[in-house]
């Protein structure tokens, strides 16, 4: 006899363009460092010039939070109350890194270096995906954000337009922290870009 379940599996990884990539790339272009990767500048566009980011670090599994529990149940019974927005491509859906690698727990509500070394921001346009029950976000970082040691990241939606900042209650209306994982993924020195690349799968 098998029991019903939902299974929650999340995994990410971070695509890094190191320093000199991204100078590189502004000295073929002309752009200034602090565009490249942003919404107008997307990284795609330099495929010409780049074989793949410098490296592509492990972000590990995480942790579904009891606010990520109950948005997807909310959504499921249309409480409105209790789901805020959705994870659907529009700009309520943010990711956030922070510098704090504390153990992630159901209870975590935000990044534990919030307030502190945390950043965050909308996901990458069309973002988030999905197909046959896999959720995949994609946020890049610019040369002038999230500077710092990144030891956990997230996922998550608010109800209105992202603000992007270092607390998650600075960043838009009623902001709510589906997941939380912790990783040693290094430190971002700026104009490095950074992308974390996450996918969750429900089944």
């Not at 939070?65 to 700009?91: D, E, K, R, W």
């Not at 029950?133 to 996922?155: K, P, R």
Request: hydrophobic share 45%.
């Amino acid at each position: 006899m098998t029991a019903d379940g939902l299974k929650w599996e999340g995994h990410a990884v971070v695509a890094q363009y190191d320093p000199d990539t991204v100078r590189f790339i502004a000295s073929k272009t002309g752009l200034d460092v602090n565009v490249i990767g942003d919404a107008k500048h997307p990284l795609a566009m330099f495929d010409r010039y780049l074989s793949g980011p410098d490296r592509v670090v492990d972000a590990g599994h995480n942790l579904l939070t009891t606010v990520g529990v109950t948005a997807i149940v909310g959504l499921i019974a249309n409480v409105p109350a209790v789901t805020g927005q959705p994870m659907s491509p529009t700009s309520h859906c943010f990711a956030g890194v922070g510098a704090t690698n504390t153990a992630a727990a159901v209870g975590n509500v935000a990044l534990a270096a919030d307030a502190g070394s945390a950043y965050y921001q909308v996901l990458d346009a069309t973002y988030p995906q999905e197909a046959a029950g896999v959720l995949t976000a994609y946020s890049t970082f610019t040369a002038a954000n999230a500077d710092f040691v990144w030891a956990e990241w997230c996922l998550g939606t608010v109800a209105g337009t992202i603000t992007p900042g270092a607390t998650l209650a600075s960043i838009g209306t009623t902001p709510k922290m589906w997941n939380r994982a912790v990783a040693a993924l290094g430190t971002k020195v700026s104009p490095a870009v950074w992308t974390i690349q996450a996918s969750i799968t429900i089944s």
